[in-house]
């Protein structure tokens, strides 16, 4: 839209975009009920009976392309192809409004009543909801059809304008609609992006603690039902203070971004949860590992860490940023909460802090190096 910018203003846009294709979907659905239907109704009032050889031809076709529109709509929604989205109901809205022209024109000609094209016209125009482009192509497509259809079919000009008036209320209507739904989806907006952004760090994009402490009520009560094992890992970068003293907050800034992108990186199942829980802190909360396997999954995110070879300051460890992890694991439990979990994860890690850092503490075990995919006991 438009009036829009931005992230939300193409989310906007993609929400649309999905309504619009949802609603031409059901639309096409609909006429392919209506259409025989509506032919069998006039053939026995006989209403086109001078013009029914026409509207026969006219609602076979219309018949064929809605049958088209509806296995069209299926595949898309099936494949989950959103990027057509947008074509797809515009196709679909620019032939329905032609077969509703061209019957309202034949009524025209017919009964001399413009109430069938205002009806069938004014039906078609409150269907969609468009924004920015799309609303301007598809208002003037209706417009300048609305005339050519009723210029051809010879009305009077309190006829014409008659029509005129009603694209000039279709069109007040349609922006209202517009602007209503784009308000309720801005609000809808704003809100999520202030909930996501009240549960996420700034700095990593990782979660933070609130955000943690949200996604483990949710979890852990589920774990606790399906009896599913699950490990915490909390991981504090070696002397991260050092470094800040001698490369200032700038460079420490963009250490932790690296450092969270190595772990976002390593930890990247769906069901894996990592967030930074204060200065140079982080968490990994993961699901279905054994204990061998946490400790592998941590020399991993340990291993990608010390890739990154960011120089150290203090090199009484090793002359790169390293991190010493401490893991905690187990089934979830009325006598077991997350909190329980969390604090066994902290005493790891104080263990692997006094065990020399740039290792992991798991059980009374640490571990160091890697030796056939598997951690070493140091």
């Known amino acids: 839209m438009s009036r829009q910018r931005g992230v939300a203003g193409k989310e906007i846009g993609e929400v649309l975009g999905h309504k619009n294709a949802v609603r031409a979907f059901f639309v096409a659905l609909a006429l392919i009920f209506i259409i025989p239907v509506y032919f069998l109704i006039n053939h026995l009032s006989g209403t086109y009976a001078s013009h029914m050889t026409a509207v026969t031809a006219w609602l076979i076709v219309a018949e064929v392309i809605e049958m088209g529109m509806a296995c069209a709509g299926y595949f898309i929604f099936s494949k989950g192809y959103r990027s057509y989205y947008n074509l797809y109901y515009m196709t679909q809205y620019y032939s329905v409004t032609a077969f509703g022209l061209i019957i309202s024109g034949f009524y025209l000609n017919v009964t001399g009543s413009t109430i069938g094209y205002i009806i069938s016209a004014a039906g078609v125009i409150l269907i969609p909801v468009l924004d920015g482009l799309y609303f301007k192509l598809f208002m003037g497509y209706y417009s300048v059809a609305a005339m050519v259809s009723v210029i051809t079919a010879h009305r009077a000009g309190e006829d014409i304008a008659e029509v005129v008036c009603l694209c000039v209320m279709s069109w007040a209507a349609a922006a209202v609609i517009e602007r209503c739904v784009c308000g309720r989806e801005q609000t809808r907006i704003r809100l999520r992006a202030k909930s996501i952004s009240a549960d996420m760090d700034p700095l990593t994009a990782l979660a933070n603690r609130r955000g943690l402490d949200r996604k ?102 090793s002359e790169y940023v390293t991190v010493s992890m401490g893991i905690a694991y187990g089934v979830p439990g009325e006598d077991y909460a997350f909190d329980d979990m969390y604090e066994e994860a902290d005493r790891a890690l104080y263990k692997a802090k006094n065990s020399g850092r740039n290792c992991i503490v798991c059980g009374n075990r640490v571990y160091g190096r890697m030796r056939g995919g598997v951690g070493a006991v140091i």
């Open 216 to 317: 483990a009520a949710v979890l852990w009560p589920y774990c606790a039902r399906t009896q599913t094992n699950v490990g915490l890992i909390e991981i504090d970068i070696d002397f991260f203070k050092k470094y800040n003293d001698r490369f200032g907050h700038p460079a420490g800034d963009k250490c932790l971004k690296e450092v969270a992108h190595a772990i976002k990186n390593t930890a990247k199942r769906n069901v894996d949860i990592t967030a930074r829980t204060g200065g140079e802190e982080f968490i990994i909360f993961v699901q279905n590992m054994t204990e061998a396997e946490l400790v592998e999954f941590a020399m991993k995110v340990r291993k990608s860490v010390a890739d990154l070879k960011i120089a150290h300051a203090y090199a009484g460890v």
